[in-house]
């Protein structure tokens, strides 16, 4: 494989040594960078970086590939730890009831919602499925994020979150990215379960679990803790089958009611609990105790017009929060990372600096990544280059502006 070489770069943004744990508190406040930068790539990892004036001069090195970066500004790709971006069809009808008045829930209740995901996916081969995901594989990459972590839970019967995690499988295989598979079998009852909810529960840990675990389709299960869909109970008892197959717990928790998600997941370690707006302050205590990392999903809160989760107070009380965009075609139907960023920083009044790096290292940790999202040696070479006027405050400020100019994935430029 051939070895790169990226000189003249302006700046080279979130250059961090030696990162073993998520960002908190006062960390949060700073991103690092070298101005007048070269970064090495070699086998599609970071192998080292430093300043122009330095430049130790790697001339033992064959098929050096150079690139002048021609003072570029140089940023490690986002890492978006929370997507259903496996889906057929779209929500616009339903998005245009909530505009004429209508809630998520009511509409939730008359079939709509994740149910209306269910069918649509249901009815829809693995092939075309397949096909409308990579490109939205593509178009997220493009938009600068270099590690996804995609959901099941349109399927909700055996067969269809199979289908959904071979989906994911494939695009496991196609992509160079890291993606990590998410089974949430428990992401509404299905209506040949109607009225009988612990059955279906008992149907995912007896049934699905087993078969998704002998086959490998799944790095992480997931529940969705809400009234009218699971409960906390629900939640220890999903979270619990799943740590019997080494999969790693996460949570839909507290997005449209206080639900207690936030208490069972931090109870079974789980790896995150996310969306948050209903968070009090019980729940930002059990997670100060806890490993468990917080995710806030600013464009659900967004698109639903949602409160917003308390972000600063969560800094306050020292946890290391996450951001994500929740792609999926119900409640938030984009998953551009800058404008996550955005988002979180005008709704949740958090800084562009916090944002960022909740977007990017605490991110990785929030799908168990320890070698992406920031700059370092020995770390995945995702990374993106922009006009020498951009710096993390950018992405916020600009918002919706596209300006990633080219990404480079495994420090190949990247192609669709
Ligand atoms: O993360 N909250 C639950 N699940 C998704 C929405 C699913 C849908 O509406 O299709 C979410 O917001
Ligand atoms: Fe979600």
Sequence with gaps: MKKLLVKNINKLYQVRENIQKPLRGKELNHVPCLENAWLAVEDGFIVDFGLMNDFPGISDWKDLNVIDAENKNVFPCFVDAHTHLVFAGNREQEFEWRLHGMTYQEIAQK????????????????????????????????????????????????????????????????????????????????????????????????????????????????????????????TLKILEAGQKYHLKGKVHAEQLSHTAGILAGVKMNALSVDHLEYANEEDLIALKNSNTIPVILPGAAYFLNLPPAPASKMIEYNL????????????????????????????????PQQAYNAATVNAAFAMDLNNMGWIDRGNVANFFLTDKSVTP?????????PLIEEVFINGKKFVS
Excluded: W
């Design 320 to 351: 290391p929060i996450a951001i994500a965009s929740d792609f999926n075609p119900g409640s938030s139907p984009s998953g551009n990372m800058s404008m996550m960023i955005s988002l979180v920083c005008v709704m949740n009044k958090i800084t």
């Design 393 to 401: 405050t950018s992405f916020a400020y600009h918002f919706a502006h």
């Design 111 to 234: 079939g709509g919602g994740i149910l209306n995901s269910a069918k649509l996916l249901q009815n829809t081969s693995e092939e075309e499925l397949f096909l409308m995901a990579k490109k939205r594989v593509e178009m997220l990459i493009k938009m600068g994020t270099g590690a996804i972590e995609i959901k099941s839970g349109y399927g909700l019967t055996m067969e269809s979150e199979i289908k959904m995690l071979h989906i994911i499988q494939e695009l496991k295989k196609h992509f160079e990215i890291p993606i990590k598979a998410t089974f949430l079998g428990a992401h509404a009852i299905p209506p040949h379960f109607q009225n009988r909810k612990n059955e279906y529960i008992q149907h995912i840990i007896d049934d699905m679990l087993p078969k998704i675990a002998e086959e490998n389709l799944a790095d992480f299960i997931d529940i969705f803790c809400e009234q009218n869909y699971f409960d906390y109970h629900d």
